[in-house]
């Protein structure tokens, strides 16, 4: 097999360093400091200086990170790319422990809409945030090693499973085994031990769990990336890169990447994509570079919004199930997903944005449209276009295993929608 890419280790890591939104909004930050973003604070007042560039990060799990262009946003706009840090798992309830016939189990809800079957026999572990007594911000914790199973059903118990379907009762079946034993508190002992801080120094938490295999490269020629939330931190990773590569040269337009949690419960929260968070973040860009309230609404006028979230490739095993003219290929380059319902928030004018991007790049662009007898699933687009009214194209990467806990896409359908997105935040 040949050697993997720097561009797909990259990616690899990016998610690997990710099992939460709190740690790929986290990673995000770190991998932009060391291109010149530091970090601004929603509560402080802001001066901009020429060719600023910053981070500016929402309750830990939302991040938008912008470098100012050579132009007035009045007179040149924004070029805006959006994506989303979160992914369908399992979460911890508030009162997490859970003592039945001698095991010690984790109390979860599901988030999302998770392929729940795939959470089964997996070596499964627990990250999130901490607060903890006396620190003001948040601690990430990841505690890494296999740590609990959810154990599916011995088949001798349910000998039709195979040709009935496996049916999982979100209450029942899915808390994962943590143990063996009684009593309270070795949630709270686990977290103390992990943060290194006594039991009752721990005051809260938002906790979930994660597969610990790391992500990894297969096939024949190395073509296939198996990986766990590839929908959507494969976007994030390509709005980031693309991000680095372009601000150096200073193009005329503001670059902005946004990157929201809960597009995967809808987008209704205070840093979610159907907040007032970018609206609120562009019109001060405008504010704070000596525009006027009339430039705001000049800067949306000159802008485009580019919505990446990964998109149904066709899988040769249920090739019926898509649109016949409209099946995007594995490894055919990135797709312009179009829905004249407004699904998706494309029309052809930001199509054919996105698409001279490409050319430039040299890369293939393919179209995705739902069967017209099936109902056609949404993205963060048509919010955001409908927020800020802003030209939107709703594009992403085609892969398989969409929402289950092990994902799978292609490495040079990655190099082709970072090469595309870099040439459209460089103008071309
Ligand atoms: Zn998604």
Redesign the pocket.
């Known amino acids: 097999m040949p050697e993997t890419p720097a561009l797909t280790r990259n990616l690899l890591d990016y998610i690997d360093a990710s099992p939460t939104p709190f740690h790929a909004v986290a990673e995000a930050r770190r991998r932009l400091s060391a291109h010149s973003f530091t970090p601004l604070d929603e509560r402080d007042a802001w001066v901009l200086e020429a060719g600023a560039r910053h981070t500016v990060v929402r309750h830990d799990s939302s991040l938008v990170a912008f470098a100012l262009g050579s132009q007035p946003p009045a007179e040149a706009g924004f070029l805006l790319i959006g994506?989303?840090t979160d992914?369908p798992n399992l979460r911890l309830k508030p009162r997490a422990e859970l003592n039945r016939h001698g095991c010690r189990q984790f109390a979860v809800e599901v988030y999302g809409g998770a392929l729940l079957h795939t959470w089964l026999d997996r070596d499964l572990s627990l990250a999130g945030r901490a607060f903890v007594a006396g620190a003001e911000e948040p601690r990430l914790l990841r505690v890494g090693r296999p740590l609990c199973r959810v154990p599916s059903l011995a088949i001798h118990l349910d000998r039709e499973v195979n040709d009935r379907g496996l049916v999982l009762h979100r209450q029942n079946h899915l808390p994962p085994l943590v143990g063996l034993g009684e009593g309270e508190g070795w949630l709270q002992g686990l977290l103390a031990a992990e943060l290194g801080v006594a039991p009752d120094a721990i005051l809260g938490w938002d906790l979930m769990l994660h597969d610990t295999v790391a992500p990894c490269v297969s096939g024949l020629d190395g073509e296939f990336i198996h990986a766990p939330r590839l929908?959507?931190l494969a976007?994030c990773h390509a709005a980031l890169e693309a991000l680095v590569a372009a601000a150096p040269a200073r193009p005329a337009p503001t670059l902005v990447v946004a990157l929201y949690d809960h597009?995967?419960v809808g987008s209704q929260s205070a840093e979610g994509a159907g907040s007032a968070f970018l609206w609120g973040l562009l019109e001060r860009l405008v504010r704070a570079t000596g525009g006027s309230a009339e430039d705001v609404h000049r800067a949306l006028a000159h802008s485009l919004f580019v919505s990446a979230?990964?998109a149904h490739g066709v899988h040769p095993n249920y090739a019926d199930l898509h649109e016949p003219q409209h099946a995007p290929k594995l490894g055919g380059g990135p797709v312009i997903k179009i829905n004249t319902n407004q699904r998706y928030a494309t029309n052809a004018a930001t199509a054919l944005r996105f698409e001279r991007a490409a050319r430039a790049a040299q890369v293939p662009v393919q179209r995705f449209v739902m069967r017209s007898d099936l109902p056609c699933g949404s993205?963060i687009g048509p919010i955001t276009a409908a927020r800020l009214g802003v030209a939107t194209v709703d594009v992403?990467n085609p892969m398989l295993s969409?929402h289950s806990i092990r994902e799978l896409a292609s490495s040079q359908d990655q190099a082709a929608m970072v090469a595309t997105l870099t040439a459209l935040f460089a103008g071309r």
């Open positions: 994506a989303h992914s929908d959507n976007s597009e995967e979230d990964m993205t992403g969409m």
